[in-house]
């Protein structure tokens, strides 16, 4: 097991080389720190962001792949992550970065090349059977539900140690959907359909490989989602994706820093939230959710491995995803319907203990000028009280079937 993890992990580390030899992705030229004089934040200055695509409504690039090459996928059915082996995107990408093309040149051109996607692959049926079907040529040739590519304009990059901005987007026939059922939203395309429970435990297993890779590597971890499809989470997208960055470690994350080191104090601020048995909502098998104890924004969820462990791959992924998606669709009993969201997940050994804040971006109070001034954060429901009312409710979303269900089935 340890041998076939550590051959896909080389495999990988493998795809990643061979991308990072084409021009696939808009670097920033630097990256530099700024730090707050007031508050000694640290804010990173990345100009080429502001360059990045920003389609409009009607704009698919995920779906009609004009994206980097794949990196890895997750087959439909099996749920086994395979790492990509088609050379056809890379060698173009290779050959149009000689030829001085820009990333957005070689990516408007992939979007118009297609490979052949192998018949009667799988249990999906999209394709017209008995011949194959063309597919995107940065598209597995077989049927998946979640792949990997990286980043188009990442945050931060650093070419040198190799790290990046990865997507993980799901395939095109769930783009339109999200973790619950959203909102009402003048913005959104696409009706509140819930992802299958399969996609979402795709993307976990997605970013297990990248933490192993991240590791391997001697990078921090930084999964994350920006969902519920509005400007209000940093979705810029509508296609349902998530990402992931492996930084170095020396960029210093403050979001990881205090439960690392009051881990290393032997007291795990993480392991504190799972002993307040009043905080917690459900369990999903080693996977709990609780109740935010102090949020900065109300109605934030807290999802943990309920042992004392680091990475994502140390619990099963159905586990994880079940409960992140329990936590996300926790907003359709609070706020009636899943707001913009984000979910930021702390993984690996810089961050002590494995769990993800799961944090509502509208439906609940902004911070404002009190905020501001005084650095003090306000909530208006109490943790106990949130996770009193959702206790009830959790557990026969869990147990239904088929999972998730709508809510009040
Ligand atoms: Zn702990």
Redesign the pocket.
């Known amino acids: 097991m340890e041998h076939t993890e550590s051959a896909i992990v080389e495999a990988f580390d493998r795809r990643v080389a061979a991308c990072l030899a084409a021009p696939f992705q808009i670097l920033p030229a630097s990256s530099r720190r700024l730090v707050d004089p007031f508050s000694g934040r640290v804010v990173l200055l990345n100009a080429e962001r502001a360059r990045r695509p920003t389609p409009g409504s009607g704009a698919d690039p995920y779906r009609s792949g004009r994206t980097p090459p794949t990196l890895s996928y997750v087959r439909t059915g099996t749920l086994d992550v395979v790492v990509e082996t088609e050379a056809l995107s890379l060698e173009f990408g290779r050959e149009a970065g000689e030829r001085g093309e820009t990333p957005w040149e070689v990516i408007d051109a992939l979007g118009g090349m297609t490979r052949s996607m192998s018949p009667g692959a799988g249990t999906r049926s999209a394709q017209p059977t008995g011949a194959a079907a063309a597919v995107p040529a940065v598209f597995p040739s077989e049927p998946w539900l979640a792949r990997t590519f990286f980043n188009l304009a990442p945050i931060v990059a650093d070419r040198e140690l190799g790290a990046n901005g990865f997507v993980v987007a799901v395939a095109p026939e769930h783009e339109h959907a999200d973790i619950g059922v959203l909102l009402p939203s003048p913005d959104t395309v696409g009706g509140p359909v819930p992802l299958p429970p399969d996609v979402v435990e795709a993307v976990v297993r997605s970013w297990s490989l990248l933490e192993q890779w991240a590791g391997s590597r001697g990078l921090v971890s930084v999964p994350f989602v920006n969902g519920g499809k509005g400007r209000a989470s940093g979705q810029s997208l509508q296609a349902f994706h998530a990402q992931f960055y492996a930084l170095g470690a020396d960029i210093g994350l403050p979001g990881y820093a205090y ?1 690392c080191a009051t ?1 290393g104090s032997g007291r ?5 939230v ?1 002993a307040e048995a009043a905080l917690e909502i459900a369990r999903v098998g080693s996977v709990g959710v609780y109740a935010h104890p102090a949020p900065e924004k109300e109605l934030t969820l807290v999802v ?2 309920t ?3 680091s990475n994502i791959s140390a619990v099963p992924a159905r586990d994880f995803a079940r409960a992140l998606t329990v936590a996300v669709r926790s907003f359709e009993v609070s706020l009636g319907g899943v707001p913009p969201y984000n979910i930021a997940v702390r993984c690996g050994a810089s961050a ?2 494995l ?1 993800a804040e799961i944090i509502p971006r509208s439906g609940v109070p902004v911070a404002a000028g009190f905020e501001k001034s005084s650095g003090l954060y306000v909530t208006t429901r109490d943790p106990f009280d949130v996770a009193a009312a959702l206790r009830s409710w959790a557990p026969s979303v869990i147990d239904a079937a088929p999972w998730p269900p709508a809510l009040g089935d």
Do not use: L, M, Q
């Open positions: 439960s881990g795990c601020p993480v392991c504190d799972i943990a491995a042992e004392h462990v002590g203990h769990h």
